[in-house]
């Protein structure tokens, strides 16, 4: 929840974003985006690539603070045709399906004028992730230097399906010899490519001095097989992958960086900081930088007012302050007693109803309730290590500090700490809303 100050489950978000085209699947319009903040603050706020929170225009990025959208509404596209893109298990086999038309846009908002373009006949047969590129490097060549400027680049590359450019796939990645891992590194190469041409684009319009840039992932990479994804990446050493709450779905990479950054330390060095974080603290992070977009002084006394008492934190900034205590607890996930069609949706399974949490409590980990299905599931490498019952419940507790790949389940032997964090999501489950998504 990227664009958002709470956790996913408060908005009835359970396991997947909107995976259905119906027009209900939006994140409502009650719950405030950083782009509308930004855009309230008289930035220039666009966006390009991968939406995902509305597929219907009346969810577009244009309605909710953006200038201007350039990408696709779903969450995956292929990469050459722009359509819908997905895997479906049938009579034992995979089968490809493409929607019929393309989702791809360019929707436009000056003041009170929307404008809304499905562009896919113009753009078909160009590479998406090149395509994203140039729409970012506009976004800066055409931005008036003298307005602050939010550009939201949301790549869909590495996702599947594994489409790169052919010429960076056999010009850069050949010495790969698994197939699929070469595709996966091309099309992050291209990724790195299109990185690389945006930052030059703010150096070359004399706008990289003020500027910050983040760069992230969504979660770790796709480690079996499912109707979404093909395996390509690695989350190596960490456990499993995408779809679960394992550490190697759930912990990704990221950095910040740029010349801009008060504290003069973190410029010209690289320096990695071992505080817990949570994508939700990226909201507070950059209203801070907003509250002073000349001079560079992270001041957030009306962020950190407003916001005290929601999940986000101002963490981030902590640690660019040499702060690096961070979180000491986090909610990973929590479903209250409904069907979670996603959880595996792609075989036409369910679980019925979903009870269950993830929560992270220092350098421990707890997941508990009804996770016996998933944890046997396709979407997992392995079973869950040393399951234990507790009232019909499945519980695991790691201790991440002395067993970070997660390989030894210790809530047999430790059921005190069990129950206090238990406390903890008791306290979160009576905030949970009483309708969902799915």
Partial sequence: MLLLLKYAFRMGLMFASFVSTSPDEMVSTKH????????????KVHGVGKWHLGRTTSASPINRGFNSFYGHYGGMISYYSHRDSWQTYKDGAWLSIEDDEPDMHYDTRNGSVYKYRLIGPEVEGKHATDLFTVAAVSRITEHDATQP?????????????????????ESRNRHIKD???????????????????????????????NSVVMFMSDHGAAVVSDCWDRVGGSNLPYRNGKASYF???IKSPAFVSGPWIRNSAYRHISHRSPALLHVVDVFPFILALAEDH????????????????????????????????????MLLNMVVGEANNSLLYCSGSQIQPANYAVLRSHQYKLFYGNLWDWCS???????????????????MLFDLAKDPLEKKNI?????????????????YKVQAPTSWIF
Wanted: aromatic fraction near 6%; charge should be negative.
């Fill in 32 to 43: 405030t985006m950083l782009s509308e903040e930004l855009s309230r603050k008289d930035y």
């Fill in 149 to 169: 400027l939010f550009l939201y680049v949301a790549y869909n590359a590495p996702h599947s399906p594994l489409q790169p450019d052919p010429t960076v796939l």
């Fill in 294 to 329: 000349t001079h560079g002084i992270l001041s957030h006394e009306e962020s950190e007012e407003r916001e005290s008492a929601l999940d986000a934190g101002d963490y981030i900034l902590n640690a660019l302050d040499g702060d690096h205590t961070g979180r000491t607890s």
């Fill in 247 to 249: 550490e190697g779905g």
């Fill in 377 to 395: 599931s396709h979407l997992l490498q392995a079973p869950c290590p040393d399951p234990y019952s507790k009232d019909g419940n499945l519980v």
């Fill in 411 to 427: 809530a047999k032997e430790n059921m005190e700490l069990v129950e206090q964090m238990l406390l903890t999501i008791r306290k």
């Fill in 179 to 209: 197939a699929n891992r070469r595709r996966y590194a091309a099309m992050v190469t291209q990724i790195d490519d299109g990185v690389g041409q945006i930052v030059k684009e703010l150096k070359v319009q004399g706008m990289w001095e």
